[in-house]
């Protein structure tokens, strides 16, 4: 009798726990829909402030365009296809600044680490060239390489390298001695130490950077194309400011942030993909 | 038979920017195969520093270290280490991470490995080899760093305040695994502590040491019946308490000296 009872228990129990988790998942779920929903809502509202505004004469179109004429401007430029080249020359320079900008970065980090003396000699130059506005070095970058893909390469790793290096380098300082002490204890070699410690301890660290790198990269390419460029997205935007046609400038801007949003989450999503199997 | 830890002489001087500091001096000490010995003293007598000059991570300004007949000049994996704390690798299950040290001296082989396992399965931590040392408790996580000081099988084996930071129900238990094991494989090993009690429940000799600098005051000696029985029951045996209190006493004169 005594064991019929025993079931009765568990079973109310489990249900009962079942039932709280449900509530929970439940309210749960509504916060996340009502975030979503007002999120949402706010856009639309801030576009339909925005053509309302265009519309009654609060603001001059001129300066500001309207979201009818940007979509409308972003949509011709889409099927008549003559975004494309533009938004590939530039999203290929972003690539391409922020893979070399992260490499060059920890490859960087790597060798001063190996050699505290080399550290000891660089830091001076590293906290100078990291507080200097990299952006004035445009011209001699443009002098050095042409007015061209080169030039806002280097713009961009002028942006990414160092910040990266202090980064992953603090990273691998920043390493449990006790660690490192245990490698040791056992004989190991100082590569051994970096491959079995250093490394995939940092690695979190390596991984956030690359989230910064992507920010970074678009600044060092929108920047570089405003001084050289004859194409991509941050030409456009200083075209539409010369001839006055600031729906291409806004039109400009939309996709940059579309585009570096959707760079960000797919550094996020690689950056889940990695860290999950640890 | 030649004692399987020699100290000749040892002194040690930390060198820092505003001075330089006698750690220890002029110390002499050996240690013979399978043999238990407890390093303890007050605070400041260089108990970790002498730990990690056998080890070889620290090269000692003057003197020298013999283990197994060879002066001692950089770790190895005939020198087993165990810190205060586990230190596993994070990233690592619990299997790779016994099996670090043979991986670093390039000696794992299917052999090794199941040797290993075996390890494992005797440590009580059986069924966890897939898991990450974050799953594990802190006592668990100090068997496995214990399984992977053993897997080398190294000759000599120094624990640093190994036990320290464990709850006492586990530490206890940890410490008489550890003195049953080491017992059965014959491993001589060297241990610091700074609780007297578990110096002389799992040790045949205590030496202490005396700060500022510092150097042997007083070796003692632990009774046949107490250095025979598990650490847990030492501690009831007659003649347990006396030879604490006269240890404790030392240990409280040494520490007003300086």
Request: aromatic share 8%; charged share 20%; proline share 4%.
């Amino acid at each position: 009798m005594k064991s019929v009872e025993q079931i009765e228990l568990a079973v109310s129990r489990k249900l009962w726990l079942e039932q709280k988790h449900e509530e929970f998942r439940k309210a749960k779920l509504r916060r996340t829909s009502r975030v979503m929903a007002v999120r949402a809502l706010l856009l639309v509202f801030l576009f339909a402030l925005w053509e309302t505004a265009a519309r009654a004469g609060w603001i001059d179109t001129l300066l500001f365009s309207s979201p009818g004429r940007v979509f409308r401007h972003i949509w011709a430029d889409l099927s008549g296809g003559s975004l494309w080249p533009h938004l590939s020359v530039t999203v290929g320079e972003t690539i391409i600044g922020f893979l070399l900008g992260t490499l060059l970065g920890t490859l960087l980090a790597v060798v001063i680490w190996w050699s505290p003396f080399l550290s000891a000699v660089l830091d001076p130059y590293m906290v100078v060239f990291n507080s200097m506005p990299k952006v004035a070095l445009g011209p001699i970058f443009i002098v050095m390489f042409g007015a061209g893909f080169t030039a806002i390469v280097i713009t961009t790793l002028s942006i990414t390298v160092i910040i990266t290096t202090l980064v992953v380098y603090n990273s691998f300082c920043s390493v449990d001695p006790n660690l490192v002490k245990v490698v040791r204890s056992f004989g190991a070699s100082r590569v051994q130490e970096f491959n079995k410690v250093i490394l995939p301890a940092s690695f979190p660290a390596i991984v956030s950077t690359l989230k910064v790198n992507v920010g970074m990269s678009w600044v060092g390419v929108i920047v570089g194309e405003f001084l050289v460029a004859k194409s991509g997205l941050g030409y456009l935007i200083i075209y539409g400011f010369q001839v006055f046609n600031f729906t291409l400038v806004m039109s400009s801007l939309l996709i940059i942030a579309a585009v570096a949003t959707a760079m960000y989450q797919l550094v996020v999503y690689v950056e889940k993909l990695i860290l999950s199997r640890r | 038979m030649l004692p399987l830890v020699q100290l000749k002489g040892v002194t040690h001087a930390y060198l820092g920017d505003r001075e330089a500091m006698l750690a220890i001096e002029d110390l002499h000490l050996t240690v013979d195969k399978g043999e238990f010995v407890s390093l303890v003293g007050p605070s400041g007598c260089g108990k970790t520093t002498l730990l990690s000059i056998i080890s070889g991570l620290l090269q000692p300004s003057r003197g020298e270290v013999y283990v197994g007949g060879h002066p001692v000049s950089e770790p190895s994996a005939e020198i087993g280490y165990m810190l205060q704390q586990d230190y596993l690798l994070p990233w690592r299950t619990i299997l790779n991470n016994a099996l670090l040290g043979l991986e670093l001296t390039g000696s794992l082989n299917d052999e090794t490995r199941r040797h290993t396992l075996s390890l494992l399965k005797e440590l009580g931590l059986e069924g966890k080899e897939e898991a990450f040392p974050s799953e594990l408790s802190g006592g668990m996580r100090q068997r496995v760093a214990l399984v992977r000081t053993l897997a080398t099988g190294p000759k000599l084996l120094l624990l640093d305040e190994p036990f320290s930071a464990l709850d006492y129900q586990i530490k206890l238990q940890l410490e008489d695994l550890v003195a049953e094991t080491l017992l059965r494989r014959g491993t001589t090993a060297i241990l610091v502590t700074h609780d007297l009690a578990e110096a002389i429940a799992v040790s045949s000799r205590v030496i202490l040491l005396q700060p500022n600098p510092g150097r042997v005051r007083r070796i003692f000696t632990v009774p046949e019946a107490i250095r025979s029985a598990p650490p847990l029951y030492a501690r009831d045996l007659p003649g347990f308490a006396e030879l604490f209190h006269t240890v404790w006493k030392e240990m409280e004169i040494a520490g007003r000296e300086e």
